[in-house]
Each structure stands twice: as C-alpha cells, then as structure tokens.
C-alpha cells in the first residue's frame, strides 16, 4: 500500500469493484457517490463528498459517473474513467449491450484518461475476452466487475509507477453508440434469430429484459424465457400461431420464437390462458 489518497466517484456495481480494488492500493479514498452499498463499504480513514469540486486528491476514478465533468475541472485534476467496452469503439452508454446487439467478436473493457469528448481519451489499459455466443450481457459485466476489482490496483500502481503509457485512440475507428429506453427492449418479431437471439442474450437484469405490448392493451409483458424454432415459411409476423405444453409460437423473420416464460410488469409469471391463438404481439405492424 502506498501513502496517497485516491478518488472514486459513481454509482453501481462497477464502483464497488473499482472500489474494491483501490483499498488494497491506497490508505486513504474519498468517496463521491450516492450508491448506498458503496458508501457503506467506505472505511473509517475514507472520506465522503457531495461533489467533485470538494475533492483534494489529485487523481480520480470514475466508474459509473454520469455526470458531464467541465474542461476547467480535468485542467486541475487527473480522471481516469473505466468504460466497459473495447475503446475506441462503442463510446457512450450501455456499451456492453450495444457489442452484444452487434455481434462483435470481441468484448472488454477500457482504463482511459478523460478528456471533455465522450470516452475520447488515451488508453491506459484494456482488457478483453470472446463472445462465446452463448453468455449473456450480465455474465460479461459480472466478469468485468471481478477482473476490475482484481486489477485495477496493479493497473494503477504500474502507471503511477510510470511502466504504462498512455496511447492516443484512433479516431478513425471509432463508434459511438446511445442510452436505451425501455422502448428499445420491445421485441421485434420481424428480425431474424440470429439477431433475436442476441437480443434476449443482451437484454438480462439490471437491464430491462425484451418485452411485448399486446395490441389494445397497455399492460407491459416481459419475456424471460424462450427457444426458436427455424422454419422457411412467410406468414403473418408477430402472430401466435399456435399454443401447446411447450410454449407460445410467435412468428419472426425464419421461423418461431417459443415463448416458454413471462413476466408481468410487477414481475409475477404471467398465465398464458390470457392469450389467444391468433392475436398479434406486434404492434408495429398491424396497427
């Protein structure tokens, strides 16, 4: 342990692991957060502050931290953001979903210094593994949250230490992607399996999970568990075209997704009596 303060500032649990982390390095760490399990976990010689501007450690770490941080203030201190995707490639919100959606081969994580642009600045440390195709966006961020609080001590102790440098991203690959709304896990019957199936891997708690609104009703139904069944035939999209002990058949792109369990808006299981041979899941289109 070295004799320096640190700062953590966010929310959730990648600021638990970073924090987690940062006590094995640092006797000292001021605490920026409204997470009440962090503040919580915070020692007797660690310190809470309401705001950044309050903070008298030169470094800090962001994990979790939504709030725009002003050029003035990283002129004055050094930021170190943790963004859980392969900079810079996915720089924005819910990065890890929008890499699932996409298929990428790769997922990780990135240690960067901040500048004022959107995880624009040098790369300090990436981390990365396979998308095996089968784990989910949880799993991943789960992984992430242990490799952080494993690492990040070590990451910081060998750039403090000055044994890492680091590296300017390449502009040129660039991708930036947006925060999702609940409206942007509504199922869409007419996509092909492939890219359902990585919409249910994608879409797990804390995230809300893919959901249907059935037509004339306002009652939102979350879909927690289902198989697909390939089959070449065109017919109506987003129907129910069939009921059985297996589940309910819903028409997609190439086939039917076999809807085995949901949920309704309160989280209790929803009783597939309610539903009908013949009734459309999908809005979008029969309107």
């Known amino acids: 342990m070295i004799e320096k303060s640190i700062c953590i500032a966010g929310d959730g649990w990648g600021a638990i692991a970073a924090y987690t982390s940062l006590m094995k390095l640092f006797r000292t760490i001021e605490i920026v957060s409204d997470d009440r399990e962090l503040l919580n976990m915070a ?13 008298t450690s030169q470094r ?3 994990a979790g931290y939504k709030k725009i941080i002003g050029l003035e203030f990283l002129n004055q201190k050094e930021v170190i953001n943790i963004h859980y995707s392969l900079l810079p490639k996915y720089r924005g919100f819910h990065s890890t979903v929008w890499a699932l959606l996409n298929g990428e081969k790769k997922l990780g994580l990135t240690i960067h210094r901040m500048n004022q642009y959107i995880d624009d600045g040098p790369i300090i440390f990436q981390y990365e593994t ?4 089968i784990s989910t966006a949880t799993c991943y961020m789960e992984h ?3 490799w952080i609080a494993n690492n990040l001590h070590i990451i910081l102790q060998k750039y403090i230490d000055g044994f890492i440098l680091p590296q300017p991203q390449n502009k040129e690959l660039a991708t930036w992607v947006g925060k999702r709304s609940l409206e942007d896990c509504k199922i869409d019957f007419s996509q092909n399996h492939e890219f359902l199936q990585r919409f249910f891997r994608a879409l797990t708690p804390p995230y809300p999970r893919p959901f249907i609104r059935l037509k004339n009703h306002d009652e939102i139904l979350f879909v927690k568990k289902v198989s697909f069944l390939s089959r070449d035939i065109k017919t109506h999209t987003g129907r129910i075209l069939n009921i059985d002990k297996e589940g309910i058949y819903v028409s997609a792109a190439d086939g039917y997704v076999i809807i085995h369990q949901m949920l309704d808006s309160k989280g209790g299981g929803y009783d597939f009596k309610k539903l009908k041979i013949g009734m459309f899941l999908d809005q979008k289109f029969h309107d």
């Open 43 to 55: 020692r007797p010689e660690d310190v809470t502050r309401h705001y950044l501007k309050e903070v």
């Open 130 to 133: 396979e998308n095996d195709g």
């Open 144 to 146: 992430f949250n242990n």
């Open 60 to 62: 800090i770490i962001c």
